[in-house]
């Protein structure tokens, strides 16, 4: 798929699915509650419960090579002809109603540091490594973790919400706090409902809150306040885990922006949509992508 072609917004067309979409820009006026930051006067998408399956493979299959945890090890995506395609590019990030594609890097209650390669040919999922040795985490992640397609956060572009923090130059990550273990390379449908504005030596690290549609309480949490009602105390940990888990290697905890609080589901959005421009603009090749693959 050319690049220019992934950025092609169809208007009006609903199979939106079934195309690379850019979201559409609407104003957003800030306003802090009781749980963190909101939004007001944003279109809101359908309050409709979800009861939808969750899974959501676009004629995409995964081809795995190597053995797990070596450096060789590699999870592929391929369309339904063969053809290796890009978890980050080619599948789409905004489903419509709200839903949008989630594609699990690391499945909860384990520790293997496992990523997109951005730099690698069909951008396929890898362990990360250091100094040449394979990363983990030093214990284990609680929920699902990974990525949302088609977003970027831009190195080039300085924050002014989050302390002029500048993007991390990857994808933004996604932390599924449904019950159900996935398994790397699934692609589910999800709905934000927080964000959290880390900062990581420096630089801004979006960590989206979300749940998988086919969790048994999808249909009882669409905004913040909702996961403090029905999982009380997981947008804390969440924020404690990814604060504290390089300690243990002797650096020092991560820190928050946003006022070191979580925001809602408006600011989730907003976020999402400005990294999905920042995409667009990648791939177009309006900013420089330097060792970054766009195949």
Same mark, same amino acid.
């Given at each position: 798929m050319a690049a220019a072609a992934r950025v092609i917004a169809i208007a009006g #067309?609903?199979?939106? %699915? %079934?195309? @690379?979409?850019l979201l559409i820009k609407t104003p957003f006026a800030l306003q802090r509650c009781s749980n963190? *930051? &909101?939004?007001?006067?944003?279109? &809101? @998408? @359908? /309050? &409709? *419960?979800?009861?939808? #399956?969750?899974?959501? #493979?676009p004629q995409v299959q995964i081809k795995r090579e190597g053995q797990p945890e070596t450096l060789d090890y590699r999870v592929f995506f391929e369309d339904n002809s063969g053809k290796k395609i890009s978890p980050w590019h080619d599948v789409p990030l905004h489903l419509g109603d709200g839903v949008f594609s989630f594609i699990v890097e690391i499945p909860k209650e384990s520790s293997a540091k496992m990523e997109v390669a951005t730099d690698e040919l069909y951008t396929p999922i890898k362990q990360d490594t250091k100094k040449g040795k394979l990363r983990y985490y030093p214990y284990n992640i609680n929920w699902n973790y990974g990525l949302l397609p088609q977003t970027w956060e831009d190195p080039s572009l300085a924050n002014s919400e989050v !302390?002029?923090?500048f993007g991390d130059n =990857?994808?933004? =990550?996604?932390? !599924?706090?449904?019950e159900s273990r996935r398994k790397i390379g699934d692609i589910l449908k999800v709905k934000p409902l927080a964000a959290l504005a880390m900062i990581d030596e420096g630089e801004l690290d979006w960590k989206i809150v979300a749940i998988s549609l086919d969790d048994p309480r999808a249909s009882l949490? #669409? =905004?913040? =306040?909702?996961?403090? $009602?029905?999982?009380?105390?997981t947008l804390t940990a969440v924020r404690d885990w990814f604060r504290d888990y390089k300690i243990p290697d002797g650096k020092p905890a991560n820190k928050f922006g946003l006022g070191n609080k979580a925001a809602n589901k408006d600011y989730a959005l907003k976020v999402i949509t400005e990294t999905n421009e920042s995409w667009a $603009? *990648?791939? /177009?090749?309006?900013?420089? %992508?330097? !060792? *970054?693959s766009l195949v």
């Open positions: #067309n609903s199979t939106a %699915a %079934a195309s @690379s979409c963190g *930051l &909101r939004f007001n006067n944003v279109r &809101r @998408s @359908s /309050k &409709r *419960l979800f009861s939808c #399956n969750a899974i959501y #493979n !302390e002029g923090a =990857d994808p933004v =990550d996604v932390v !599924e706090i449904g949490v #669409n =905004d913040i =306040d909702d996961v403090e $009602k029905h999982f009380p105390g $603009k *990648l791939v /177009k090749r309006s900013i420089p %992508a330097g !060792e *970054l």
